[in-house]
């Protein structure tokens, strides 16, 4: 059995992305890495963070990004199938560049791979996310953060990746134009892996958090609009009251230790009181989202309603 893993990546280091912590972090498990790295600016250390690493396992691929062909964020699903193209594993597995992997669930990754290896009805599987928000103690549990999400697939041509790269779907006979099209795809099956991703995408220094939201936009809205969107808008994000949140008691990744002492910005942050009233609400300081995370973890036992899955899951897998 092999494995491959395969990211993509532009000015992640410029944005705060932890990225040699997210591709540490599986090398072990991994027999080959291939990683897309885009057209960066020239103040960006991303392939230096990557060459850093000084592994013979990892292989880069220069790209150019066109985010006028590939609006909307599917660039960012191109670039996923550019690096996911060259992989040549059995198991195909993906992190994003804020995402990390803890050491204690690679050999629960890698058991569950093999125990499904020869199981042609598994076409993907399923790992569980901790979405970190603020800080590196804070997490979400609410209602509109995905609790699970394709990040391993099968070396299959036809497994693309699709939107903004969240997920995966069957396109056969894929054009590479479209990465947000709905007719001719297909819902993977999948089956669930006992094991987490730790998603640190919301754990900047407040201006770097907004300087990703900036480049994010970018990406979806286009030039022009992110512009004038963040013309008047305050340099630093704003996260709001964490003690509404969650406090986390485990362990980070062994990986992200040398990332995690740089955390200088907690006098930056609200760990009480309530919201700025001049603050547009996040997702989950929604009323809506607010009662329906509620009824998930207090009547549901977490299992969450009233979301979009893109997978068909195998039950008795």
Not at 64 to 75: C, L
Not at 76 to 96: E, N, P, V, Y
Not at 130 to 139: E, Q, S, T, V
């Amino acid at each position: 059995m092999k494995i491959s893993g395969f990211s993509m990546a532009k000015n992640a280091g410029k944005l705060y992305y932890p990225i040699k912590a997210a591709v540490e972090s599986i090398l072990p498990i991994v027999d080959e890495y291939v990683i897309a790295i885009g057209d960066c600016d020239k103040d960006d250390n991303t392939r230096n963070e990557i060459l850093g690493l000084g592994s013979d396992k990892i292989k880069i691929i220069d790209t150019v990004w066109d985010i006028e062909k590939y609006p909307r964020g599917t660039e960012h699903a191109r670039q996923t199938d550019i690096a996911k193209q060259a992989c040549s594993g059995d198991w195909l597995f993906c992190l994003q560049a804020d995402e990390v992997v803890h050491e204690k669930y690679l050999p629960v990754i890698t058991d569950r791979l093999e125990q499904l290896k020869d199981d042609t009805d598994v076409e993907a599987i399923l790992l569980k996310y901790k979405h970190f928000w603020g800080d590196y103690n804070h997490y979400h549990n609410s209602h509109g953060w995905y609790a699970k999400e394709i990040r391993i697939i099968r070396n299959d041509k036809d497994i693309h990746s699709w939107e903004s790269a969240q997920s995966f779907r069957r396109i056969p006979g894929f054009d590479y134009v479209d990465y947000r099209q709905q007719e001719g795809t297909e819902k993977l099956k999948a089956a669930q892996i006992d094991a987490y991703i730790y998603h640190y995408g919301w754990v900047r220094p407040p201006h770097f958090m907004q300087a990703k939201r900036q480049a994010f936009d970018i990406n979806h809205k286009g030039r022009k609009r992110a512009t004038e969107l963040y013309a008047k808008a305050p340099k630093e994000f704003d996260f709001g009251p964490l003690d509404k949140l969650p406090t986390f008691n485990g362990t980070h990744p062994k990986v992200m230790n040398q990332w995690i002492d740089r955390f200088d910005w907690g006098g930056r942050l609200q760990y009480a009181g309530k919201p700025n009233p001049c603050r547009k609400p996040e997702k989950h300081e929604r009323l809506k989202n607010k009662l329906l995370t509620f009824i998930e973890q207090n009547l549901l036992r977490g299992r969450q309603i009233f979301t979009f899955k893109n997978y068909i899951l195998l039950k008795n897998k």
